[in-house]
């Protein structure tokens, strides 16, 4: 996995990997954050409500995911935020959903890994017009 960060995310200079030692922050934040946040609160938001389906059997990691996602913003000192729905990439497979890497699918999605082929391949057989 440290590989796959570094291919896309992380600058060649030697010292960089320092830059993501410090994420340490960013676990003691969350951490913070989830002994804050109520079941209540989560349970308002709405990506959250739109992937639960059975109540009684919500994997942890869903329901801490948001709590991750604000404190990346407060760590990180975030100052814009992609929400609008432009900014979702579309299933290949599915254009009326996004993108997501969870998808059953294979050839709904691209991985950072695939190879050249692979990714040409998914794009020649996206469907591109749902509405039609």
Same mark, same amino acid.
Not at 43 to 62: A, F, N, Q
Not at 68 to 82: E, G, M, R, S
Not at 84 to 98: D, F, G, V
């Given at each position: ?19 993501? *030692?410090?994420? %340490?922050?960013?676990? /003691?934040?969350?951490?913070? +954050?989830?002994?804050? @946040? #109520? ?22 990691? *869903?329901?801490? %995911?948001?709590?991750? /996602?604000?404190?990346?913003? +407060?760590?990180?000192? @975030? #100052? ?53």
């Amino acid at each position: 996995m440290l590989a796959d960060l570094q291919a896309v995310t992380i600058p060649r200079e030697p010292d960089a990997l320092s830059h993501f *030692l410090k994420f %340490y922050h960013h676990t /003691q934040l969350s951490w913070l +954050l989830s002994t804050l @946040t #109520t079941v209540q609160k989560v349970g308002h938001i709405p990506t959250y409500k739109s992937k639960v389906k059975d109540e009684s059997s919500v994997p942890l990691g *869903l329901f801490l %995911y948001p709590v991750l /996602q604000t404190a990346d913003i +407060l760590v990180f000192k @975030t #100052t814009h935020l992609p929400i609008a729905e432009t900014t979702r990439i579309r299933s290949l497979r599915h254009p009326e959903q996004k993108m997501s890497k969870s998808d059953v699918e294979e050839r709904s999605r691209i991985d950072i890994m695939d190879d050249e082929k692979i990714i040409q391949e998914r794009i020649m057989k996206a469907l591109t017009d749902f509405n039609a």
